[in-house]
């Protein structure tokens, strides 16, 4: 090819290069792994819990853990460094009720913030609360309800707590000045609670991946009783990220809406 050529085919080149409108960023969701019920459980924790950290760690993907504040009346020193070591790595660790109990009173079953008094349910917030700085030096900032089930009384009781400033999963309209990361019912780890399911969560994906960010529950101790659990979860972790979401925690990202 002469010089005079190849300087044409080079111009044609950047001309047509020019001419490509430029390709528009797509939007990716954040995630965030809604991960609950850690209790100190067999000496430590359940394996179940060992299992996904020890996978998420190895994806290079950041979780949260839903802590039931009464295990650290239980819990011993290996137990408080389990938790530290995660919030070191940046897990967000987040308030998940004290007891996880189905409280009865006059033979009604009630559950731990939904249908309990005020001063019962402010307590049970306060003793995770106290005891996480206590026992771990962590303050809690993010919380979820047991059986996400709460009313009135729930939100008068965080309203007490200033540091607790996020709340999933809020399913009432009482109103709140915390900032709420809602769920979206389509879009979950599990269908049913328990049983994750890749199938199912693809198609709530593709239906809701528009959304800022899909906070999407699950139960790690449920997750190591059957290969097929296991599998789907890790599917749906290596899809998420193929799909090239973030993974990110409630702090982080209400932080980041700021
Ligand atoms: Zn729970």
């Not at 954040?30 to 760690?57: R, S």
């Not at 290079?60 to 408080?80: P, Q, R």
Request: aromatic residues 12%; proline residues 6%; glycine residues 6%.
């Amino acid at each position: 090819m002469t010089l005079r050529a190849s300087l044409f085919l080079l111009i044609a080149v950047i001309l047509l290069g020019c001419s490509t409108p430029p390709k528009s960023i797509e939007h990716k969701p954040q995630v965030i792994l809604k991960l609950d019920d850690l209790g100190y459980e067999e000496g430590l924790v359940h394996p179940g819990w060992q299992k996904v950290v020890d996978f998420l760690n190895e994806e290079k993907v950041i979780g949260t853990i839903g802590l039931i504040g009464d295990s650290f009346l239980e819990g011993d020193s290996a137990y408080f460094q389990w938790i530290k070591d995660r919030h070191e790595e940046g897990y967000e660790i987040w308030n998940h009720g004290f007891c996880h109990c189905k409280p009865m009173v006059d033979s009604v079953e009630h559950r731990e913030f939904r249908g309990m008094s005020f001063g019962y349910q402010l307590n049970q917030v306060q003793q995770t609360q106290q005891l996480a700085k206590e026992k771990v030096g962590i303050t809690l900032t993010s919380f979820g309800a047991p059986y996400n089930s709460t009313d009135s009384a729930t939100a008068a009781a965080l309203a007490q707590i200033p540091e607790l400033t996020i709340w999933m999963y809020k399913e009432t309209t009482f109103p709140t000045e915390k900032t709420i990361l809602p769920r979206i019912p389509e879009v979950n780890i599990e269908y049913p609670v328990h049983v994750p399911d890749v199938d199912q969560f693809k198609a709530g994906y593709a239906q809701f991946k528009s959304e800022p960010v899909l906070i999407i529950q699950g139960h790690p101790r449920s997750w190591t009783e059957d290969s097929i659990r296991w599998d789907n979860f890790t599917a749906i972790v290596h899809f998420l990220k193929s799909e090239g979401v973030t993974f990110t925690t409630p702090q982080a990202y209400v932080r980041g809406m700021k």
